[in-house]
């Protein structure tokens, strides 16, 4: 569709792992494609890391917050997404697992009706690597990340099989030292020079170093480079299809707002044209704008809204192990150990990780424990009040500070433990007052959440520690950063949302959806891996359609 500044054959809302491979797949076939996203670009350098940056890192755009991270609030469960060019792939731990081929096969009805095979997406799971490199930690890396071996030998003393998944990550060759320059800053949208891994466990926060190979240094980058235009700070309100077939596309344009400062009006509104419109706003974000906008597509599957799950999210720290874990080296994920799904038995199958953090979370760590660092002060200062007093004067006093700095029971001797797995999809988003509410049940969830913690505490006290839950589990809550389901995937709109070889939306043609909202039940694994992967199926079959492949 040409002739218009604001007319394309294709507009995807949303630059995360389904959005930014539809966008890229279409643009190298030639089609006119615009991508909007609401959040900013995220260029190395300006993630935050000071206690300011963090507090305005969050997504409000009302009350001037235009930040990387949206915190969703639910009964029971609450989200962690994020917003920015990339999306989830800004902020998420790097690792690119399959869903399990056996965990396909459970039959509909027992809490993963997938319509698909593992075959139907076996040559897209290859195809999404051919653009993402991703290996394991390397072996030479391994005394620099003690964690790694670690939780490695407490799984395997405890009968699991622990592996290193792929991380889409450049790290240092053999040696090499860490944070060299690598790639051409001209091949990325940031035009940014990028650096090999610097294992400061800040994966999570955004990489400052560039060293992830999130969606804007991979498909969003080659997508720019294929002719698409890529417009940040533009957020989608509202949609509807036209009398031609057209779909027209209503958009809040942030991009003069003041960061910082509460909105003093409401951000000017665009109108786009579009003949194909691909919805990749997310789990949360694309249920979301369906239903807000149901009144304008009566036709939509009453399946709208469910098969919602967190996939299974859980996580819970193995606090004062006997050993040095020291969290805060090497990329977040590191290791893994999968326990098999057996029907009709229990645990479902489940994925338990490693997990990391920035250093200065672990300094954070140290300040809670402030009253042992004042009693270790205290008694410091009676030894050295004591050798004054007996004339055993001390001038070197580096064994003392070490006593006050020094307890790796704290920060160095806690990891944390990352759980997802096959829990029931059983969660139905809708609106509430406007406003997205999920109903969903922490009782129902119960028996799969207590087999993941099974295999924790068992790999916590290997690691000479114990099993503590955060703060939300004492609440009978969880919080999710895998939100999945919501548009679910299906043959007919009785069965789901979407057609599960286009993503077409059930009775609107050109209506896509490609994000984690299509999923029919849990990942299993980490999810972003088998998101990326149907949007590639999505986008071949749609390009098959249109003749064009």
């Known amino acids: 569709m040409r002739g218009s500044d604001d007319a394309f054959d294709a507009v995807v809302v949303g630059s995360g792992f389904g959005g930014s491979v ?22 190395p350098g300006s993630f935050p890391r000071t206690p300011l940056e963090l507090a305005n890192a969050l997504w409000s ?61 076996e040559p897209h799971y290859q195809a999404v690597r051919g653009l993402i490199p991703a290996g394991e930690l390397p072996a030479h890396l391994h005394a620099r990340v ?27 060759a053999d040696g090499d030292e860490l944070g060299r320059p690598f790639g051409d800053p001209e091949a990325n949208v940031h035009g940014a020079q990028r650096y090999t891994c610097r294992l400061v466990g800040e994966c999570d926060v955004g990489c400052n170093f560039g060293s992830k190979h999130s969606m804007d240094f991979t498909y969003l980058s080659l997508a720019r480079q294929a002719g698409a235009e890529i417009r940040c700070r533009h957020e989608v309100k509202a949609f509807e299809r036209c009398a031609d077939g057209t779909y027209r596309i209503e958009v ?8 910082g400062e509460p909105a003093r009006a409401p951000a000017p509104r665009r109108t786009i044209r579009a003949r194909r419109l691909i919805l990749s706003a997310g789990a949360l974000g694309t249920p979301y704008l369906l239903l807000r906008n149901r009144i304008a597509f009566p036709r939509l599957s009453r399946r709208l809204g469910t098969s919602f799950t967190g996939n299974g999210d859980l996580l819970t720290f193995a606090v004062r192990c006997d050993r040095t874990l020291e969290p805060a080296r090497g990329p977040v994920i590191t290791s ?25 979370c672990a300094a954070i760590a140290e300040m809670i424990a402030m009253p042992r660092i004042v009693w270790a002060e205290r008694r410091t200062e009676l030894t050295l009040l004591w050798k004054w007093l007996t004339g055993r004067r001390e001038r070197n006093l580096s064994y003392e500070l070490s006593t ?52 924790m505490r068992a790999i916590a006290e290997e690691l000479g520690g114990k099993l503590e839950s955060n703060f939300l589990w004492r ?3 969880v919080i ?70």
């Open 404 to 455: 006050i700095l020094g307890d790796r029971s704290l920060s160095a001797g806690t990891l944390p433990l990352l759980g997802m797995g096959l829990e029931p999809p059983q969660g139905r988003l809708r609106l509430v007052d406007g406003k997205l509410d999920v109903d969903w049940s922490f009782r129902r969830a119960a028996a799969y959440f207590a087999g993941v913690r099974a295999t």
């Open 475 to 477: 609440l009978n809550a």
């Open 61 to 121: 755009p009302d009350e001037g917050l235009h930040g990387l991270f949206d915190v969703w609030s639910f009964r029971g469960l609450g989200a962690l997404v994020s917003s920015g060019l990339g999306g989830g792939s800004l902020i998420y731990a790097n690792v690119l697992l399959e869903k399990d081929e056996e965990w396909f096969a459970r039959p509909p009805g027992d809490g993963n009706p997938w319509p698909i095979r593992y075959a139907d997406l």
């Open 252 to 259: 809040a344009d942030h991009s003069d707002a003041v960061e």
């Open 146 to 172: 003690p964690k790694a071996g670690e939780f490695r030998r407490a799984a395997a003393a405890r009968g699991l099989e622990p592996f290193g998944p792929p991380l889409a990550v450049e790290f240092a």
């Open 336 to 360: 893994a150990v999968r326990v098999p799904d057996v029907l009709g038995r229990r645990p479902a199958g489940h994925y338990v990780e490693d997990g990391g953090y920035p250093a200065f």
């Open 480 to 549: 999710t950063v895998h939100p999945v389901g919501g548009c679910p995937i299906g043959w007919t709109a009785d069965e789901g949302v979407v057609h599960p070889e286009t993503g077409e939306v059930h009775g609107y043609e050109r209506l896509h959806v490609a994000d984690g909202s299509v999923m029919p039940g849990p990942v299993g694994a980490n999810p972003s891996l088998t998101i990326a992967a149907l949007a590639d199926r999505f986008a071949t079959g749609i390009l098959r359609a249109d003749g064009r492949q």
């Open 22 to 43: 539809m966008a890229y797949r279409l643009a190298a076939a030639k089609l006119d494609v615009c991508v909007l996203e609401r959040g900013k670009a995220w260029p």
